[in-house]
């Protein structure tokens, strides 16, 4: 039974940058596409960022709202997948899920995922 754990949210002032992680375990995720969302208070849980699965070329994909701001990546050797966030703004103060599925098509359209993380949370202050 695959388990993920997120870590590094915190508090950080608008324009600054934080590194979340999501750490794999129970199962090997090579095989999964992987993502990131986010949920903000009194609203839906949306689509942050994906990245394929190992194996052979990386694509990744962004919401436009985070698009040349963020930058997903993944270390398969470590089993882990990083979300870097860079000139943050309040608007994206969240808690931010990792999950992974085996469609990328999956991931990317629907909240459903085969694998979801416990979150962590990120406030970026004005």
């Known amino acids: 039974q695959g388990q993920l754990v997120e870590s590094g949210g915190g508090l950080v002032q608008a324009g600054g940058s934080l590194r979340l992680s999501c750490a794999a375990s129970?199962?090997?995720?090579?095989?999964?596409?992987m993502g990131w969302f986010r949920q903000a208070p009194g609203k839906e849980r949306e689509f942050v960022a994906a990245?394929?699965?190992?194996?052979?070329?990386?694509?990744?994909y962004y919401a436009d709202s985070v698009k040349g701001r963020f930058t997903i990546s993944r270390d398969n050797a470590k089993n882990t997948v990083y979300l870097q966030m860079s000139s943050l703004k309040p608007e994206d103060t969240a808690v931010y899920y990792c999950?992974?599925?085996?469609?990328?098509?999956?991931?990317?359209?629907?909240?459903?995922?085969?694998?979801w993380g416990q979150g962590t949370q990120v406030t970026v202050s004005s």
């Open positions: 990245i394929t699965r190992g194996g052979g070329s990386l694509y990744t």
């Open positions: 129970g199962r090997t995720f090579s095989s999964y596409a």
């Open positions: 999950a992974a599925d085996i469609s990328m098509t999956r991931l990317r359209g629907t909240l459903e995922a085969d694998y």
